[in-house]
């Protein structure tokens, strides 16, 4: 190898790795962004798909969600407005962990940090003060990943 080709060749692989330090810059940045939803607000989308499908490091979503999920009405549509709570022991015992409010669209989500540890309760309550209570403990706070796929979607009335 002449020295013009092992220059061109080692200016190419800079090149690349300037390229690939760009991009991660870009994918990472995702994570830093705040999205947590509010009583009333209709930002949302993509109703009981898993949401940690695009909105994790380098998905594209707009931040990186550790807790989202989506809510129906017994009709089939998004449950309006109410909360959803997450506990360390069954039944709305133990600490109280975490405490999102579920949107216009039935669509709940947080990029607070939050810890899965060995596993955490849900409870969700609706506008009008029902209460379901997820009798086993979720080892993820991507709530869609198991409700709609490998179990039902998360209802209440
Ligand atoms: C197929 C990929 C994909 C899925 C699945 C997805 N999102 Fe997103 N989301 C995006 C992208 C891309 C953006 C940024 C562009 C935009 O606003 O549409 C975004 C933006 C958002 C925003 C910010 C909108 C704004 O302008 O403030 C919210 C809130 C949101 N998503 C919530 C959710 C929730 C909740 C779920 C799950 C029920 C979900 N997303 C599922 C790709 C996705
Ligand atoms: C690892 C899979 C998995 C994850 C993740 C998960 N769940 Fe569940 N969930 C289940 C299963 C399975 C049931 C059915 C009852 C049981 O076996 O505990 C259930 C039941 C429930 C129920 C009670 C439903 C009823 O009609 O009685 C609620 C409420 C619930 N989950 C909420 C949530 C929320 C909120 C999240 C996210 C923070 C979540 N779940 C995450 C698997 C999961």
């Known amino acids: ?35 947590v939803s509010k009583d009333g607000g209709n930002e949302s989308h993509n109703n009981g798909r898993n949401c940690m499908d695009c909105h994790h490091d380098g998905g594209g979503g707009y ?3 550790n807790i989202a999920g989506s809510a129906f009405t017994a009709a089939g549509d998004g449950v309006s407005g109410g909360t959803v709570r997450l506990y360390s022991e069954p039944n709305g015992q133990g600490t109280l962990l975490a405490t999102l409010s579920i ?19 849900p409870m969700i309550e609706n506008s009008i003060g029902h209460k379901v209570y997820m009798p086993s403990p979720a080892t993820s706070g991507s709530c869609n990943s198991c409700h709609g796929v490998s179990t039902s979607r998360i209802q209440i009335q």
């Open 103 to 121: 949107d216009k669209l039935g669509n709940f989500y947080t990029t607070n940090a939050f810890s899965v540890g060995n596993g955490f309760y």
């Open 63 to 65: 931040g990186c969600f």
């Open 1 to 35: 190898m002449n020295s013009r080709i092992a220059l061109s060749v080692l200016i190419t692989g800079m090149l690349f790795s300037f390229l690939g330090s760009i991009s991660s810059c870009s994918k990472s940045s995702s994570c830093g962004k705040t999205n």
